[in-house]
């Protein structure tokens, strides 16, 4: 039987959106930790795909990949 891989952090499956401060997620701007990166998000998301910059530009959410290294880019 074949465990399919999930978020070690918020559970979610490859291809799902991370859930909201789950510590695996990537900054969609700079590509570090999102809980933890320099980058100014002041309205965490805008709607559940995107999130908006101290500027007011958009940027589009990183979904789950298919293991924790490849998010992490080990």
Request: aromatic share 8%; charged share 40%.
């Amino acid at each position: 039987m074949t465990e399919e891989y999930t978020c070690p952090d918020c559970g979610r499956k490859p291809g799902e959106l991370h859930m909201d401060g789950c510590d695996i997620e990537r900054c969609p701007k700079c590509g570090f930790q999102l809980l933890s990166c320099d980058c100014d998000f002041p309205k965490m998301s805008v709607d559940e795909e995107y999130l908006a910059d101290e500027k007011g530009k958009l940027w589009k959410r990183k979904k789950v990949l298919n293991s924790i290294d490849e998010d992490f880019g080990d």
